[in-house]
């Protein structure tokens, strides 16, 4: 893997780790804000049973007021009527009683319905008002019905009420009278729930406390605020279907809040709807601080992952430096030890070459001699075997002085373009051709690779390496050579699973005429070399093993084209 690959990967998986973390981050603020959220919503439930429960209970109280009130406006009545009947009643007089009896309204009838006398607030009525009063003398003009009563909401208090009651007076006729009740907002403290209305709606945290029926809103902690119809708002339609409660979060006149509605029923009067706003300053301020820390804590882990992955990089940075520096450092040694090799061929190359010279012209005339002896017929047979013995050892002695001449003069490569892989099969093929009488295996299957070198040398490089993985392995094992290219330049491997070459011989392996084999002349691996070297490639033996752990690994590295 490259470094730029490795740095890519690390960058993605900072990112991925970012990305993690701010999802999980957000994911707690999350679950905190609704945790708030839920304990606000059950303290506005809360709330709300508490206000119902003490409305049943407020309102129960106010009934009894209620009816002893009703009760006490018919005796009034009764009473008027009774003190008519005697004192035959002006509006002077009907005036003193409105005062005395605490009412707002005294009237008294003919029984034709003509108004004999009136006191009170009488003009203080409006139309509808005073139509429901007419309505009453009806029935009792009539003498339908002894007394009647009647309760109507007031227009100047949303929660007040006009209550009348009226009597058949003796001798033909009615008489009517009227008080205003205040509603829920005008119980006297203690009676409903008015009272703990105005009194929690001035708790910390509760922003408003409201009762609501269909035509307004009947009771409130304050006057700050207003709420379209139950029935006109979306918002607790949800009620209407059945649901107990419901719950939103807005920002109201009053500030940001958290409202519960729920209906309730008050006393034996229709369903009302009640209102908790619930103050959720907190509940923001809660927000604004864990956003505010998963902004700190997404900085620190950034910059923590910004610093682990630029300590990672320069580590890897510095482990790819190593490993490019351990590299060039082998390939010096590599480079120094072919100089050095090169340097000990050239040496032992110049004196190989004076060696030859020197001993060719004696050489010559030891050939000379012995052809002469040998023509000569006296000689006895073992005189003539002693010098034909002469004259084979002086051939194979011109033989050495030829290789001696040929590797201090070597050829120039002739280069041409040809198939690297077709040359390795045919060399592979002739050892195989060669060696069919011993247990060798033979393992190839080079790819086609077109190569501008020296077609002899490479012929001649091959069979030297070939031929020493066979005697290194004494008729059994196996060979194999492989083929790769490696970007300008080729790669031949030919490796086997003998016995290896030992510590001591690699240093030698490459110096002229070494060799381990006791009838080798130690000049094939050196002439191998020259010949990689014309190319201008490198001849080395593998650090590692060959094949199975164990024998050499002879790596031949050429350039695919000629170097100018």
Known sequence: ???????????????????????????????????????????????????????????????????????????????????????????????????????????????????????????????????????????????????????????????????????????????????????LTGFPAGLGPGHMIRTLGQSRGIRYVVLQDGQGIQAASTDKIGFPLPGEDPFVLPLAEGQDYVSREFDSPLGPVVEVARMVVLGNRARVLLRVGLDSSLLNQMRQDIRKRTILRGAFLLASLVLTSSLLLAWQRQGVLNREMAKVTRELREKEEEVRRGEKLAAMGTLAAGVAHQVRNPLNAINMISQMLERQ?????????????????????????????????????????????????????????????????FITDPPEIEVE???????????????????????????????????????????????????????????????????????????ATQMVAAMGGSLRIAEDPGLEGKGARFVVRLPLQRRT
Do not use: C
């Open 1 to 183: 893997m490259t470094f730029g690959l490795r740095r890519i990967l690390s960058l993605v998986a900072m990112a991925l780790i970012i990305v993690l973390m701010v999802v999980t981050f957000r994911y707690d603020a999350g679950r905190r804000t609704e945790d708030m959220m839920d304990l606000m919503v059950a303290q506005g439930r809360s709330l709300a049973d508490v206000i119902a429960e003490s409305s049943l209970h407020g309102l129960g109280v106010y009934n009894s007021w209620e009816k002893e009130a009703n009760g006490r406006l018919l005796d009034s009545a009764l009473w008027v009527a009774k003190m008519d009947s005697v004192l035959e009643l002006d509006s002077v007089s009907l005036a003193g009683m409105v005062e005395g009896l605490g009412l707002d309204q005294v009237e008294i009838f003919g029984s034709d319905g003509r108004v004999l006398a009136a006191g009170g607030k009488i003009s203080d009525l409006d139309p509808d008002q005073r139509k429901a009063a007419r309505n009453l003398l009806e029935p009792l003009l009539s003498g339908k019905r002894k007394t009647v009563k009647l309760r109507r909401r007031s227009p100047d208090d949303p929660g007040g009420h006009w209550s009348s009651a009226g009597v058949r007076r003796p001798g033909g006729g009615a008489v009517l009278v009227g008080k205003f009740t205040g509603g």
């Open 377 to 441: 017929s006296e000689l006895s047979d073992k005189v003539k075997d002693d010098v034909r013995h002469i004259t084979a050892e002086s051939g194979r002695i011109e033989a050495i002085v030829q290789q001696f001449l040929r590797f201090t003069k070597p050829r120039e490569p002739v280069f041409e373009v040809f198939d690297l892989g077709a040359v390795v099969r045919d060399s592979v093929a002739v050892q195989i051709a060669a060696n069919r009488t011993k247990s060798l295996v």
């Open 453 to 527: 070198l020296d077609h002899q040398f490479l012929v001649e490089i091959l069979e030297n390496l070939l031929r020493n993985a066979v005697d290194a392995l004494g008729g059994e094992g196996t060979v194999s050579v492989t083929l790769q290219s490696d970007g300008p330049e080729v790669e031949i491997n030919v490796a086997d699973n003998g016995p290896g070459v030992g510590s001591e011989d690699r240093k030698r392996i490459f110096d002229l005429y070494f060799t381990t084999r006791s009838d080798g002349h130690g000049l094939g691996l050196s002439l």
